[in-house]
């Protein structure tokens, strides 16, 4: 079983930066795939950014070159740098884990397939 727990949203500017952070409990070894997700009020839920443990990582086209996910193993979390944000980056922001998913194809589906799930947190960007 794997707990996952988001922290790090709030309130900026158009522009600012914001960093999410992903705490993990339980096995998230070599191989599992984790990422961020994001639902926008009256929107699907849709794939931000996701990397493979000790393998690739994998954006949207919306935030390449924006955002950066990352990982730290001693600390078994899961980080989201976001820069430049925009308007359209408002949502919640949901980490997920699976063991047994293609990552790119979960990336692409918003999520489905991921087995681990943290409540979110919430990102507003003021234009």
């Known amino acids: 079983q794997v707990q996952l727990v988001e922290s790090g949203g709030g309130s900026v500017q158009a522009g600012g930066s914001l960093r999410l952070s992903c705490a993990a409990s339980?096995?998230?070894?070599?191989?599992?795939?984790m990422g961020w997700f994001r639902q926008a009020p009256g929107k699907e839920r849709e794939g931000v950014a996701v990397?493979?443990?000790?393998?690739?990582?994998d954006y949207a086209d919306s935030v390449k070159g924006r955002f950066t996910i990352s990982q730290d193993n001693a600390k078994n979390t899961l980080y989201l740098q976001m820069n430049s944000l925009k308007p359209e980056d408002t949502g919640t922001y949901y980490c997920?884990?699976?063991?047994?998913?293609?990552?790119?194809?979960?990336?692409?589906?918003?999520?489905?397939?991921?087995?681990?799930w943290g409540k979110g947190t919430l990102v507003t960007i003021s234009s």
């Open positions: 339980g096995y998230t070894g070599s191989g599992y795939c």
């Open positions: 990397l493979v443990i000790g393998g690739s990582m």
């Open positions: 997920a884990a699976s063991g047994y998913v293609y990552c790119r194809g979960a990336l692409l589906r918003g999520g489905s397939g991921m087995d681990y």
